[in-house]
């Protein structure tokens, strides 16, 4: 038979207007054309790209994957069943940040899913952000019929080629599980790996509950329930994309309503949502508000027995990037982690990362003494710390990125890992 996509537009629509036709008024005649000229087999994706595909063509495949998979049977019946889509903002799926090529990745999933599946109705987390942020305390429900995730997760760290794999899921909003997975490589080739402004500027690496984090959901099993909460995540998750939006784009007042509306839904109390806050008020010069953000995302870290923090050091130094706008808060933020940590029973093993450039004999001394350096700076801010610390490095073995670029793009890499454990 026939794929509807092989069909010239006009027939298309012909076959679309017939189909309908037919629905309404049981016209056999219209049904047999719709039929002769559609066909009545499944539309698939196709061939997977082979590996290390542009990214558009990856996105393409990817997109019509997905849509092949929720398909009803046979295939015409979708015009007549209403289906929607709200899409999060892909991450990149090692780190769970933004970055300039996840941006390129969601530009063309909207265009896609225009171009080739206007069957599904779109919806948009702006219009999700402006209910919520207006309507605080009315249910969490949203009238999209599944939520689109994805991941663009790097090559490992110091492979010889540069690439990725794209991740893309659709899950129900209303059981919450998973009803179509894909992946699909890409060529990373010339791709722009450098973070948005605000997880740029992100004190810390933002690792929320699986079940807050799109990119670990786009990477879940078919079939697994990813949060019974969907609806109202995505809430939460439209407020953050409208504030990192403005964030990035200098509209720090406007950032900073949508994060504190973010933070007055159920399961607003996150790592991100709170970053948000700090870096808005921070950027605002209201140190006081920023200190308590700062000092809840130190407390999240406490309780999920992880903080990893980004200090920037000068290059093969233990001290701190010269800059004071840069390395200014650092006190500050000592000060809260310490305060935090003294109010906990356990204790702290401090670990230091390096990112790749220089040997890894080098680079092990390197973290070594830089988490020794803040575990002093702790035990100055509280006695405690003394015999509920200790200082570790292992270098770059554990890198997240793995460039070496010594820049924005790999500022996660120099970061010190604060580890809950017990005393």
Known sequence: MIAPYSLPPVAQVFSRTALRWCAGRSAALACATAV???????????????????????VAWGVDDLMAQVQPSPWWLRWFQSRS?????????AVGQQTAATLVVDRLIGQRL??????????????????????????????????????????APGADKRGATLHLALADLESGKVVARTTVSVQDAGADNAP???YQDSPVLM???????????????????????????????????????????GRTAEALKAFQAALALPGGDQTRVHTGIYLSQARLGNAAEARLAFARIA??????????????????????????????????????????????????NIVGHS??????????RLSQQ??????????????????????????FRENLVGTGSDDARDAIDRRVEFKVVDC
């Open 114 to 155: 225009a171009e080739r599946h206007d069957h599904v109705r779109r919806v948009s987390l702006r219009d999700i952000a402006a209910a919520s942020a207006s309507l605080p305390t009315t249910p969490a429900t949203t009238t999209a019929t599944w939520v689109l995730n994805g991941a663009l997760v790097p090559t």
């Open 85 to 93: 889509v709200v899409a999060e903002p892909v991450q990149e799926g």
């Open 36 to 58: 002769a000229l559609a066909g009545c087999a499944t539309p698939a994706a196709g061939p997977a790209p082979s590996a290390g595909a542009p990214l558009p063509q990856a």
């Open 207 to 249: 690792r929320d509950p699986a079940s807050l984090s799109p990119s670990r959901a786009a990477q879940a099993p078919r079939g697994a329930s990813v949060e019974p909460g969907q609806a109202g995540r995505l809430r939460v998750s439209a407020l953050l994309d409208q504030g990192t939006a403005a964030y990035n784009e």
């Open 355 to 364: 990112s790749r450039s220089g040997s890894a004999e080098v680079n092990d």
């Open 370 to 395: 830089r988490a020794e350096r803040i575990g002093e700076w702790l035990q100055r801010t509280s006695v405690d710390m003394a015999t509920r610390s200790r200082a570790s490095g292992v270098g």
């Open 196 to 198: 948005t402004v605000f």
């Open 299 to 348: 407390a999240l870290g406490m309780t999920s027995r992880s903080l990893s923090v980004k200090f920037l050091f000068a290059p093969g130094k233990t001290e701190f990037w010269p800059d004071p706008k840069v390395s200014d808060p650092y006190a500050m933020w000592l000060e809260q982690i310490a305060t935090q940590a003294a109010a906990s029973p356990a204790c702290l």
